[in-house]
Nanobody
Framework: VQLQASGGGSVQAGDSVRLSCASS????????FAWFRQGPGPEREFVAA????????NYAEAVKGRFTVSRDSAKTTAYLQMNNLKPEDTAVYYC????????????????????WGQGTLVTVSS
């Protein structure tokens, strides 16, 4: 499975950005998607996830109410709509995926995902 992320950029606080993550390859339609981000620290932080079977969504507390994860009807592309962005949202955002699981909610650990896209930088200035 290959993941192609796009949509980052430089914005002002309060602006919106939408990220996309297109998957291709084997069993691309049975994909649980997640978004992580990495700021100045060494670890990737969970942002949001959506599962292929249930379409259930879960979010990090820091983004709940501002970010929305979704997917297309073919279940091969995921989106992260980010509204009311804050400077602390500045990070490299990564999409991640795993194939063929049946959990209701996607896991929050980076190690639970097998496939990763390239990062896309989102910079929010005050």
């Amino acid at each position: 499975v290959q993941l192609q992320a796009s949509g980052g950029g430089s914005v002002q606080a309060g602006d919106s950005v939408r990220l996309s993550c297109a998957s291709s390859g084997r069993s691309a339609g049975q994909t649980d998607f997640a978004w992580f981000r990495q700021g100045p620290g060494p670890e990737r932080e969970f942002v949001a996830a959506i599962t292929w079977r249930a379409g259930a969504r879960n979010y990090a507390e820091a983004v709940k109410g501002r970010f929305t994860v979704s997917r297309d009807s073919a279940k091969t592309t995921a989106y992260l709509q980010m509204n009311n962005l804050k400077p602390e949202d500045t990070a490299v955002y990564y999409c991640a995926a795993r194939i063929g699981h049946s959990a209701w909610y996607g896991p929050r650990g980076a190690a639970d995902y097998n496939y990763w896209g390239q990062g896309t930088l989102v910079t929010v200035s005050s």
